[in-house]
């Protein structure tokens, strides 16, 4: 993190905000100019937030605010005051694999990987809205994604995948009994 | 690790009355909708900022869609995905509106941009701003001390550059529903579907009537401003004849090159967008003739 001058110390007074992640209340002090990725990621220890580029492009980041996608690089602390976010870490139990999660690993879509916290909620984000999507749907949902591995054409048949096995109600897998 | 970020502090105002009061008061605020413009810029050293005015808690006044007396209005604090979601955008006349949701960025971004950050941006690649040019839309802006409506298409004074007073919150966009018989077309240019710039953008409005343009309104991404603008004297040479591919070419190769200025950089040469200026005004023409006539 940058070095502030001490005679900037007070400038930039402390905000006090509240958040909600992954189910459990956080009340942290953020500066004005923080971003919810640097508070996620720096201040609360949620790592699977990742900042790719920081401008909006390439969707590491994401993570949903209020049930929406939202990349946390532009999206400023002070204003995820007071709101319900969902990062990767929350999205399955502990010690559990959660339907999107099994399927990219079944459909062998998981390469570097540095990419999958943001594919991972940008598909639930999608699922939840759209429980049986087509190709289309799919391509649009994932096209802010960026995965310098390529694994584009997985994605796809790994989003029907796990389609199908939230509609037959299996939302939950163990983690030890995965592949990969 | 030492990250350079820029330092800036934020002012969260209550209500509207309680922004305008501030930026009444205080010369150091530049007010923000989602951010995805301007937290860009900041971040970039393009905009130096003392302090943000977080325009988004008024969103409980200023997110709206509303179809009343013959005239859409949408508030300034709408997102792109409400818009987008919205009944609107399925009504044929506006099909342009729902091609710009086709193409506008990813749904990520589409959550937090807001249509009057488009057309606050004044950017040539803003999507909604060009698509509201060609419905002849209106810009509310309102101050403390009252409000005003500038046409869209007197809104821009330069690249990032508006009309807009500093005291002054762009509140809401506005247009006059459009006849039966006409339909509108956007097609924005690049080498890929998602995630696009576009080399050239084109957006355009057509009424037909028996095969003749009652009216037509078109606008690109840029004719020589860096901000998208009318080319009038080619729709004034469409306007009143019959439709023909004759009619077009001649708008094209005659008409259209005398007003369009385009310019080259890393991305295509100026000979280039004017050449694909004129293929996209001819399909944008065509798909809206289609739409008149029932087709997609
Ligand atoms: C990755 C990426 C992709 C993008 N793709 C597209 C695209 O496909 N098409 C497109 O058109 N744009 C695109 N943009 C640009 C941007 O997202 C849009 O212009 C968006 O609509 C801006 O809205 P905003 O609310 O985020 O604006 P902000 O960033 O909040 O503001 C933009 C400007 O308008 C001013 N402003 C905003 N709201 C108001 C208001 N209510 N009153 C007064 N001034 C105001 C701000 O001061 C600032 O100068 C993209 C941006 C990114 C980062
Ligand atoms: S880090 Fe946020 S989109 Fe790239
Ligand atoms: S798997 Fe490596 S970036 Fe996507």
Not at chain 2, 269 to 296: F, M, N, P, Q, T
């Amino acid at each position: 993190m940058s070095v502030i001058p001490r005679e900037e110390w007070d400038k930039y007074p402390d905000i006090e905000i509240t958040l909600n992640v992954n189910g459990k209340d956080y009340k942290v002090k953020v500066k004005p100019y923080e971003r919810l990725l640097d508070v996620l990621r720096y201040k609360l220890g949620f790592t699977g937030v990742k900042e790719g580029c920081g401008r909006g492009e390439c969707g590491a980041c994401v993570v949903l605010m209020d049930g929406k996608l939202v990349p946390s690089c532009l999206v400023l602390a002070v204003r995820a005051n007071g709101s319900k976010v969902l990062t990767v870490e929350g999205l399955a139990p502990e010690g559990k694999l959660h339907a999107i999660q099994k399927a990219l690993l079944d459909t062998y879509a998981v390469q570097c990987g540095f990419c999958f916290p943001g594919v991972i909620l940008a598909i639930k984000a999608l699922l939840d809205r759209n429980p049986n999507p087509t190709d289309e749907e799919i391509k649009d949902a994932l096209s802010g994604q960026l995965c310098r591995c390529g694994s584009y054409l997985r994605f796809i048949k790994a989003v029907k995948l796990a389609a199908q096995y939230i509609r037959e109600g299996k939302e939950y897998f163990d983690e030890s009994g995965a592949r990969g | 690790m030492v990250i350079c970020i820029p330092r800036f502090n934020v002012y969260i105002p209550k209500d509207v009355s309680d922004a305008l009061n501030a930026l009444s008061q205080r010369k150091d605020l530049i007010p923000m909708g989602g951010g995805s413009d301007l937290l860009v810029l900041i971040r970039s050293g393009i905009v130096k900022a003392d302090t943000v005015l977080d325009l988004w808690p008024l969103r409980k006044e200023l997110a709206y869609i509303k179809r009343e007396n013959g005239t859409v209005r949408i508030g300034a604090l709408t997102t792109v995905s409400e818009l987008c979601e919205s009944d609107l955008i399925k009504d044929v006349r506006y099909a342009g509106l729902a091609d710009v949701c086709k193409k506008f960025s990813t749904p990520f971004i589409r959550n937090i941009a807001t249509v009057g950050g488009n057309v606050g941006a004044a950017h040539p690649l803003s999507d909604i701003a060009l698509m509201l040019l060609v419905l002849n839309g209106k810009v509310k802006l309102l101050s403390k001390n009252g409000e005003r409506e500038v046409n869209i298409a007197k809104f821009f004074k330069g690249k990032r550059r508006t009309v807009r007073n500093h005291d002054e919150i762009i509140a809401e966009v506005s247009f006059t529903e459009t006849p039966p018989n006409s339909s509108t077309a956007f097609i924005k240019f690049d080498r890929r579907w998602g995630h696009a710039m576009g080399y050239v953008l084109v957006g355009a409005y057509m009424q037909l009537r028996d095969n003749i343009i009652k009216d037509v309104r078109i606008a690109f991404d840029s004719t020589g401003n860096p901000y998208p603008e009318r080319v009038w004297t080619t729709e004034e040479f469409l306007k009143g004849k019959e439709f023909s591919d004759e009619l077009i070419k001649q708008a094209l190769n005659n008409v259209l090159p005398k007003e369009m200025k385009r310019i080259t950089d890393y991305r295509a040469s100026a000979e280039y967008r004017l050449d694909l200026s004129k293929v996209l005004l001819r399909r944008a023409l065509l798909k809206i003739k289609s739409r008149i006539e029932g087709g997609g």
